[in-house]
């Protein structure tokens, strides 16, 4: 364990907590300074474990580099900073600090070495991205922030089931290579599968976006569909599914923008 190095997103989601008693230059300091801060600490993270814990029996590491997530969270970093830059003007004190929180998270899941770990932030991404939607303050806004909310809660509690079901199954907690080869598998694969908008459950894209704020918007298509690419490629690489999920989406994708 390196207890010298700072967590990237630990960082961002505590400066996020703090935005809102700020004012004037102080706040646009924070609000471009709070991402650049984390995307250097990103590139302090040693490859292997650099925090572990003892949590329900079971050693967790809520902060690990290598080559691929630090790649994904320097990723965040910068769409982090590129939003708040783009939201300096934004009214709402709730916006901001509830996209670093959102993007923090985002951090948090590339950069955890276990599955535990990546369930916590997999969730408080979900709150985060909830209340950028909520924040632009219309009703449509707020009917939109119900449903989206309720396809990512239906989306962790099929993830909490298959990481329940991993760790009583191996008794690992460790986040790594896995293959849709049982139940518990299946059900973290699907919990990731709802987070990248692939089908049935991709309505919540076209539902949600639109009606977030103009800032809103920019934050919500930087993370969530992102981090789920991340944990494919970590969890899932070269499974066959994956294939024909994707095939399916680009082809949708495709039929959709001729036909508008």
Do not use: C
């Not at 207890?3 to 990237?8: G, S, T, Y």
């Not at 089908?199 to 930087?222: K, N, Q, R």
């Amino acid at each position: 364990m390196t207890d010298a190095v700072i967590h990237p997103a630990l960082v961002l989601i505590a400066g996020a907590l703090l935005l809102p008693f700020l004012r004037g230059a102080t706040r646009s300091l924070a609000i471009v300074g709070l991402p650049l801060v984390a995307l250097a600490l990103v590139w302090q993270v040693p490859d292997g474990p650099a925090w572990q814990a003892r949590f329900l029996e079971h050693t967790i590491t809520p902060l690990q580099g290598d080559k691929l997530s630090r790649l994904f969270a320097t990723i965040f970093a910068l769409m982090a900073a590129g939003g708040g830059l783009f939201a300096l003007d934004q009214k709402s004190r709730v916006e901001v600090p509830a996209a670093f929180v959102y993007a923090g998270s985002a951090i948090g899941v590339a950069l955890a070495g276990d599955l535990i770990t990546v369930f916590a932030f997999w969730e408080l991404m979900a709150v985060g991205s909830t209340l950028v939607l909520w924040s632009h303050g219309k009703e449509a806004s707020y009917r939109a922030a119900r449903r989206y909310l309720m396809i990512h809660l239906l989306g962790g509690v099929v993830l909490f089931a298959g990481v329940t079901g991993h760790i009583a199954q191996t008794g690992s907690v460790a986040f790594t290579r896995m293959a849709p080869d049982s139940i518990a598998h299946w059900l973290i694969l699907i919990g990731f599968l709802v987070n990248a908008g692939a089908p049935p459950l991709s309505a919540w894209l076209p539902d949600a976006y639109p009606e977030a704020s103009w800032s809103g918007t920019v934050f919500l298509s930087a993370f969530t569909t992102k981090t789920a690419v991340y944990v494919l490629i970590r969890g899932f690489p070269g499974a066959e599914l994956l294939i024909w999920v994707g095939l399916f989406m680009v082809f949708y994708g495709i039929v959709y923008a001729l036909l508008e």
